[in-house]
């Protein structure tokens, strides 16, 4: 079984349709899990129902939290005590995938269990591949920074950066950050997404993924 981590430098930095473009990109036997999916009543759609909707691969929630906060707060105010990470990782492991997709919330050290596990630690128990998705804009070179040497810290290398959610008018920090995250991150830069494409019916979306990992390259290469 592959298992590929994604994180965020934070919050709102487009995880989950990054997590439905790797998916439809990854094809064959892929499964998408949230092991856990806050601010989000029972009924409603979260995280990875988007990612069903978008890619159309199979997804699993395993907690669902009503509070919009970091995990463990949200579990403390609702009495639930969350599985340990350990035991995340069990049950990721025994679910038989080809492919398993583990999309976190918020970022790279957010605590996922009751006992100050993180998404990191789950990830070196999982011995998984870490994409990080990223924003555009001022201030991404530093939070990029941060979890990549977070991650390296723990003996992981990332195995790319996702620009979450490209403007349609990108500025002069957009197009310097660009060229400038791999420089800075020593990590490439694997797909540049552009903001908004969560409206894109299923179909659509698929069909444009390629082009999103495609131009990235082309943009962030040297000329010859």
């Known amino acids: 079984m592959r298992v590929t981590v994604v994180t965020g430098t934070g919050t709102g930095v487009g995880k989950t349709v990054a997590t439905a473009a790797l998916a439809a990109r990854a094809g064959g036997d892929v499964l998408v899990v949230k092991p856990v999916q806050t601010g989000v009543l029972p009924g409603e759609p979260g995280d990875a129902d988007e990612v069903r909707r978008l890619a159309g691969c199979e997804v ?26 350990a035991e995340h990782a069990e049950h990721i492991g025994s679910l038989g995938a080809d492919h398993v997709i583990v999309e976190g919330a918020g970022g790279l050290l957010v605590r996922l ?11 070196v128990l999982l011995h998984a591949d870490v994409v990080v998705v990223v924003d555009a804009g001022l201030g991404t070179l530093n939070h990029t920074e941060l979890t990549v040497a977070a991650l390296r ?53 698929a069909g444009a993924v390629p082009g999103w990992f ?9 000329a010859s």
């Open 60 to 85: 699993m929630e395993f907690v669902r939290l009503p509070d919009p906060l970091a995990p463990d707060t949200a579990a403390r105010r609702a009495g639930v005590v969350l599985p340990t990470v």
């Open 113 to 123: 269990d009751s006992a100050d596990g993180t998404l990191l630690d789950l990830a």
């Open 153 to 205: 810290a723990r003996g992981i290398e990332p195995a790319g950066l996702v620009i979450g959610a490209w403007p349609d008018s990108p500025g002069l920090a957009e197009e310097c950050n660009l060229l400038d995250l791999p420089r800075v991150s020593g990590v490439r830069v694997l797909a540049t997404i552009p903001a908004g494409v969560s409206a894109l019916d299923p179909d659509a979306f």
């Open 214 to 222: 495609s131009s990235t390259q082309a943009a962030t290469e040297p």
